[in-house]
């Protein structure tokens, strides 16, 4: 835990609070869709449950959670674009590029 402290002091403390409140309104979002039945209803296809349903975006938050939860044990093999940990929030964040609070520094060029 203390890693995590010290990671949300650093560089990256902006971008792991943008993607928390992200993922946090995704999460409200696809609550309240699957409350009041007007979304998607969970299809199940070939390939299982339905991408387009409030599950689907409830079960995608959970991972971008685990994976916020866990960025300090992320390898920080020094890349083009810094450290490996960066990269993937640099990657999760781009979902959100759209958002006013997304920080032009964090797109990736390739």
């Given at each position: 835990?203390?890693?995590?402290?010290?990671?949300?002091?650093?560089?990256?403390?902006?971008?792991?609070?943008?993607?928390?409140?992200?993922?946090?309104?995704?999460?409200?979002?696809?609550?309240?869709?699957?409350?009041?039945?007007?979304?998607?209803p969970v299809?199940?296809?070939?390939?299982?449950?339905?991408?387009?349903?409030?599950?689907?975006?409830?079960?995608e938050c959970?991972?971008?959670?685990?994976?916020?939860?866990?960025?300090?044990?992320?390898?920080?093999?020094?890349?083009?674009?810094g450290g490996?940990?960066?990269?993937?929030?640099?990657?999760?964040?781009?979902?959100?590029?759209?958002?006013?609070?997304?920080?032009?520094?964090?797109?990736?060029?390739?």
């Amino acid at each position: 835990m203390e890693e995590v402290r010290a990671l949300k002091n650093g560089v990256m403390a902006d971008i792991i609070e943008f993607l928390e409140a992200r993922i946090a309104e995704d999460e409200a979002a696809a609550g309240q869709l699957e409350e009041s039945g007007s979304g998607h209803p969970v299809q199940r296809t070939s390939f299982g449950i339905s991408p387009f349903s409030a599950g689907r975006v409830l079960a995608e938050c959970a991972a971008k959670r685990r994976i916020l939860g866990n960025v300090p044990l992320v390898t920080d093999i020094p890349s083009q674009m810094g450290g490996t940990s960066e990269y993937v929030l640099m990657c999760l964040a781009s979902v959100y590029s759209w958002h006013p609070d997304y920080q032009e520094g964090w797109t990736i060029t390739d």
